[in-house]
């Protein structure tokens, strides 16, 4: 079982079959994935798959991904999670992804925050990191205000829609929060 966080506006909590609509719903948008190395979902089929990668992402130790919801509303707004865990070192990197109507409302960062905490008290980390396309100024702009720092570039480093695309790397360590 994944645990539930809270924030003060909301629930991050285990990603369910129930759910597969909604991340369809998110990934079915080009403005979502343009910045996500994911090519932009077009059934629901996809979105069950997703659901599954999530679960068994925790299950075999790789990655954990939450579920972001509004606190009052139903179904999920967006997920958040860790990817690239690796126990032994102490690290994972954190990925992210928010239905458009959700946009610039800070919900994002509240949940970014929150498991930042509980990546460094609950799972022992010590570095968490961030892979960010160059042109994604929200997110650089989100990672910034959160506490990371720009590392350097990772050349043709992911592909969207058949292109190879340079991407910044971003961190944070434990003890320079």
Known sequence: MIPTLETKRLLLREISKEDAGSIFSCFSKEDVTRYYGQETLNNIEQAEAFVDFFLNSYK?????????????????????????????????????????????????????????????????????????????????????KAGFEKEGILRDYMYQNGEANDTYVYSILKDNR
């Open 60 to 144: 075999d130790k790789r990655g954990v991904r939450w579920g972001i919801k509004l606190k009052g509303h139903q179904g999920i707004i967006g997920t958040i999670g860790f990817n690239a865990w690796s126990p032994k070192h102490k690290r994972a990197e954190i990925g992210y992804e928010i239905h458009p109507e959700h946009w610039r409302k800070g919900y994002t960062f509240e949940a970014v925050s929150r498991i930042i905490q509980y990546g460094f008290d609950e799972f022992g980390l010590t570095r968490i990191g961030a892979v960010v396309f160059m042109e994604n100024e929200a997110s650089i702009k989100l990672l910034t």
